[in-house]
């Protein structure tokens, strides 16, 4: 009967990394395909244009005690119900209004931050590349974690 | 021999077998997570271009219960407010169809859009169906920029917007008065270039100053629209 | 070191056979709906948007490639090598999620029913890693994928 040496653990272990790094590379194709092809493929990050992200802390304490313009990208019911003290509505649905609102607030250097309802909601981005891309404002930001996280700081 | 199984596989091998089967089927009936969605969709993901001046379009998407017990569709949020979605009824029977309409009103949004609906139903609650929408809007012009400002103190020069009308159409456009005195506005055809540039100077900078400039944008078969170039001293 | 019992590389074709298969459906029904598995990574609030889209589309091919090497003879170390690579990094995401206290979906399986992140849901994924580098040192220590005979 034949018995079976093991080369040493080292060899093997080589070998393990070099087997998962080419099956790594296999996967890269497949994945390349579904971004391109698959009809349930996600959206492209930062599809929205250079918006930098903010935090709320961040927004209160810019350097030099600027304020900042709030704009508040949800839409009528939520920014009726309760929204950022001072803040400017600012929706798509309403974009002409909300313009002419937020251009009579606005100052030379005062940067502008655009929140939405959460972490996970897209609305801000979108309203703030739209803002950045009509009127050319030098400082437009998204609040990270949206109204949200703005609620939870004021506990 | 086989790599699925070990090398002393050679007697005995029908009882081993079926030890393997036992401890793979437990393991996969402990984490196999219950099958139970019953809604099934046509698709989940619309793509589509807009036609050129169009404000909103309509999409339906089509499902079926494909359960064995009747469905609700608790509820159904849209990720933006210029979407709305209609059914025509909340709770289907096994095997019955219907549709999910969606509107999308364009409000002056352009480019690629992309929009997301969210559908619960009551065998699952936690975990919605996402539909998305995905929409080119083509531009039918673009005023650029729209806020035009100077320091005040600031010297006085003119300052511009572009305006680029889509080169598919054809557009009048009209200069409006300003609605301030002190703010001089004319406005240039750039035939070459399918568009036009908006000159603006104010007659002083020495104090603030808030006016609007109207542009009348006429595009051939399609509605008039007026569009604002705001001018501001601070 | 002796031999190990009889029953041993019976339960070590088992535990491979139950990996592949978890891996293989996991995969797979992410491989299904990968805009619900990049959100939900995005919901871990753990890496930038652009990592987790990358991530959303090459962990569920990565896992099925895995899986499918788990079950051949050749390619054998790197599917268990993959497997423990790929449940950590699912460990580390679903235990920094319950410690941050997010109530969110696990994202484990794709747009199938599922728990959402909690202590056990922690505990149960920490086991993939686990059990993969058990398997790991098994085949290393006595597998035969790359045995020399001798006589």
Not at chain 2, 93 to 109: D, I, M, N, S
Not at chain 3, 121 to 140: I, K, M, N, Q
Request: with cysteine; aromatic share 8%.
């Amino acid at each position: 009967m034949s018995s079976s040496v093991r080369c040493g653990s080292g060899p093997l272990l080589r070998r393990a990394a070099v087997q998962a790094a080419v099956l790594l590379l296999a996967a890269v194709v497949p994945a390349l395909l579904t971004g391109w092809l698959h009809p349930r493929r996600p959206p492209l990050p930062g599809a929205a244009g250079s918006i930098r992200e903010i935090t709320v802390a961040d927004a209160q304490a810019l350097p030099g005690g600027r304020p900042v313009i709030w704009a508040d990208a949800r839409d009528n019911q939520a920014f009726a119900r309760q929204h950022i003290p001072g803040a400017v509505h600012l929706s798509e649905a309403e974009w002409e209004q909300g313009l002419a609102g937020l251009v009579a607030v606005w100052r030379p250097g005062t940067p502008v931050v655009v929140y939405c309802a959460s972490h996970s909601c897209d609305t801000s981005r979108a309203v703030a590349s739209r803002l950045k891309r009509e009127l050319a404002l030098p400082d437009v930001f998204v609040l990270k974690g949206g109204w949200e996280e703005w609620l939870r700081r004021q506990k | 021999m086989s790599p699925l199984l070990p090398s002393s596989s050679r007697s005995g091998g029908g009882r081993r077998l079926a030890w393997i089967g036992l401890v793979t089927g437990c393991w996969l009936a402990c984490l196999t997570p219950p099958v139970s969605a019953a809604l099934s969709w046509d698709t989940v993901a619309i793509d589509r271009t807009a036609e050129l001046g169009a404000s909103s379009e309509e999409f339906a998407f089509h499902f079926r219960n494909t359960g064995s017990a009747p469905l609700t569709i608790t509820s159904v949020q849209t990720s933006c407010g210029c979407t709305s979605a209609a059914l025509a009824k909340q709770v289907y029977a096994p095997g019955e169809g219907g549709e999910l309409k969606v509107t999308y009103r364009f409000g002056g949004q352009v480019g690629a859009q992309e929009k997301v609906v969210s559908v619960t139903t009551n065998d699952s609650p936690d975990h919605p169906t996402l539909l998305v929408l995905r929409v080119k809007i083509p531009e039918i012009f673009s005023v650029s920029p729209r806020l035009l400002w100077w320091s005040v103190g600031e010297v006085r020069a003119e300052k511009q917007a572009a305006i680029a009308i889509n080169p598919a159409l054809q557009a009048a456009v009209t200069l409006l008065p300003p609605d301030e005195p002190g703010i001089d506005a004319r406005l240039v055809a750039r035939p070459g270039e399918h568009g036009y540039v908006l000159f603006i100077q104010p007659a002083s900078t020495k104090e603030t100053r808030r006016a609007r400039v109207d542009l009348r944008i006429e595009p051939a078969g399609l509605p008039a629209q007026i569009i604002t170039v705001y001018v501001l001293v601070r | 070191m002796a031999a190990p019992a009889k029953i041993v590389p019976w339960l070590h074709a088992g535990l491979r056979w139950a990996l592949a298969a978890t891996f293989l459906y996991a995969g797979g029904a992410k491989v299904l709906d990968p805009a619900r598995f990049v959100a939900d990574l995005d919901n871990y609030q753990l890496v930038p948007a652009v990592v987790a889209y990358l991530i959303g589309l090459f962990v569920p091919w990565a896992e099925i490639v895995g899986a499918a090497a788990l079950l051949t003879g050749r390619w054998r170390l790197g599917g268990w090598l993959l497997t423990f690579l790929l449940g950590t990094g699912f460990a580390v995401f679903v235990g920094s999620a319950w410690l941050r206290g997010l109530d969110i979906s696990c994202g484990c399986f794709g747009s199938g029913p599922q728990a959402n992140v909690t202590g056990w849901a922690t505990v149960r994924t920490s086991l993939f890693p686990l059990l993969a580098a058990a398997g790991l040192w098994y085949e290393l220590r006595w597998g035969t994928a790359v045995s020399v005979p001798t006589g």
